[in-house]
T-cell receptor, first 107, second 113 residues
Framework: KNEVEQSPQNLTAQEGEFITINCSYSVGISALHWLQQHPGGGIVSLFMLSSGKKKHGRLIATINIQEKHSSLHITASHPRDSAVYICAVRDTDKLIFGTGTRLQVFP | EPEVTQTPSHQVTQMGQEVILRCVPISNHLYFYWYRQILGQKVEFLVS????????KSEIFDDQFSVERPDGSNFTLKIRSTKLEDSAMYFC???????????FGPGTRLLVL
């Protein structure tokens, strides 16, 4: 069974700061997802990646398959980035979720 | 942009009652999922569904749970006799093909009293 760990659990930042959220997993996978959960509960998929790096706007996701580790970076953070960021790994048809990182960005 | 929708957004029920949670996946998607999130905990997989049958289910998805695609658009999760511990946010998700990005609905918050 794959265990998905995220760090840190909570993160506060000032607007404009560079943010890094880490995810590690215990068993080799075919793909890893980063998702964003808003205060109201809704979940939005940010990235799905199986190797290398992906970028979308101010968000960058990287994965190192050998080390079983992924990072999500947010450049020039903004208060609207405040949310819970969740890492999930794909195991056959299902996603196995981490516990999430709660990010608060203050103006 | 197409999106997954879920109804109702909130449901309160008495223990032992049956509830049906409804989802309308994105129209050309073929794979459907239910997940749940108990308050303060991580999201957990319940079941995946493809070609009108369950393709995978978790140990949470016991005989009290069932899923159905009654027509070409709806995907439902039924809990036959709710328990207090079924209180959670239930998310429906869909993907166009297997192993592709899953798109999540806004969730149904279920409270069992």
């Amino acid at each position: 069974k794959n265990e998905v760990e995220q760090s840190p659990q909570n993160l506060t930042a000032q607007e404009g700061e560079f943010i890094t959220i880490n995810c590690s997993y215990s068993v080799g996978i075919s793909a890893l997802h980063w998702l964003q959960q808003h205060p109201g509960g809704g979940i939005v998929s940010l990235f799905m990646l199986s190797s290398g790096k992906k970028k979308h706007g101010r968000l960058i996701a990287t994965i190192n398959i050998q080390e079983k580790h992924s990072s999500l970076h947010i450049t020039a953070s903004h208060p609207r980035d405040s949310a819970v960021y969740i890492c999930a790994v794909r195991d056959t048809d299902k996603l196995i979720f981490g516990t999430g990182t709660r990010l608060q960005v203050f103006p | 942009e197409p999106e997954v929708t879920q109804t109702p957004s909130h449901q309160v029920t008495q223990m032992g009652q049956e509830v049906i949670l409804r989802c309308v996946p994105i129209s050309n998607h073929l794979y459907f999922y239910w997940y749940r999130q108990i308050l303060g905990q991580k999201v957990e997989f319940l079941v995946s569904f493809y070609n009108n049958e369950i393709s995978e289910k978790s140990e949470i998805f016991d005989d009290q749970f069932s899923v159905e695609r009654p027509d070409g658009s709806n995907f439902t999760l039924k809990i036959r006799s709710t328990k207090l511990e079924d209180s959670a946010m239930y998310f429906c998700a869909s993907s166009a093909r297997r192993f592709e990005t899953q798109y999540f609905g806004p969730g149904t918050r279920l409270l069992v009293l």
